[in-house]
């Protein structure tokens, strides 16, 4: 069974600082996906990027990457220039191939300070 | 219209109360999924509905009843809950899968309080 592995509980970041959150995962399978999600308090859940894990190069959105290193079953997520609307809960997600499912680790809860 | 929208947003219940939540999409997705999420917790899997039929039951005690009346409607028929069921249920739609394009949208949840 899949499993994913997030280290750190909390992290801070002042704002227009960058951070990086840590997120690795256990899996044989050779396809599959992976995601970043978002939940800023009290609001819904968004997708802030995915990574396919057939693809060598990593996904950027904007002010948002991620240091995907297959090999090692790792998938961080680099949030650059932070602000304050980027407090949020994150989550990191593993999807199988050809599966609804998403598998969540137990999130990271980020704190931006002014 | 990239929404998925849930109602109540809030529901405080009896245990001998029967009452249900309720999502809906517009996005023409397929496959909508039910979650829990407890305090400080990730979401945890309960229902996956695909072209209306449910294809996932991740072992949930049968107090939770889903139905899927529509491609646009998820219900999720509550009866007979503990305290302990007391969470955040989150609704989620997608596509059903296709290679690239899988992305879940959320809803912004039923806060449920079971006294």
């Not at chain 1, 904007?62 to 290193?69: E, I």
């Not at chain 1, 680790?105 to 980020?110: A, I, K, N, P």
């Not at chain 2, 829990?36 to 917790?41: L, Y």
């Amino acid at each position: 069974a899949q499993t994913v592995t997030q280290s750190q509980p909390e992290m801070s970041v002042q704002e227009a600082e960058t951070v990086t959150l840590s997120c690795t995962y256990d899996t044989s399978e050779s396809d599959y996906y992976l995601f970043w999600y978002k939940q800023p308090p009290s609001r819904q859940m968004i997708l802030v990027i995915r990574q396919e894990a057939y693809k060598q190069q990593n996904a950027t959105e904007n002010r948002f990457s991620v240091n995907f290193q297959k090999a090692a079953k790792s998938f961080s997520l680099k949030i650059s220039d932070s602000q304050l609307g980027d407090a949020a809960m994150y989550f990191c997600a593993y999807r199988s191939e050809g599966a609804d499912k998403l598998i969540f680790g137990t999130g990271t809860r980020l704190q931006v300070f002014p | 219209d990239t929404e998925v929208t849930q109602t109540p947003k809030h529901l405080v219940m009896g245990m001998t109360n029967k009452k249900s939540l309720k999502c809906e999409q517009h996005m023409g997705h397929r496959a909508m999924y039910w979650y829990k999420q407890k305090a400080k917790k990730p979401p945890e899997l309960m229902f996956v509905y695909s072209y209306e039929k449910l294809s996932i039951n991740e072992s949930v005690p049968s107090r939770f009843s889903p139905e899927c009346p529509n491609s646009s409607l998820l219900n999720l028929h509550l009866h007979a809950l503990q305290p302990e069921d007391s969470a955040l249920y989150l609704c989620a739609s997608s596509q059903v899968w296709v290679a690239g394009v899988d992305e879940q949208f959320f809803g912004p949840g039923t806060r449920l309080t079971v006294l």
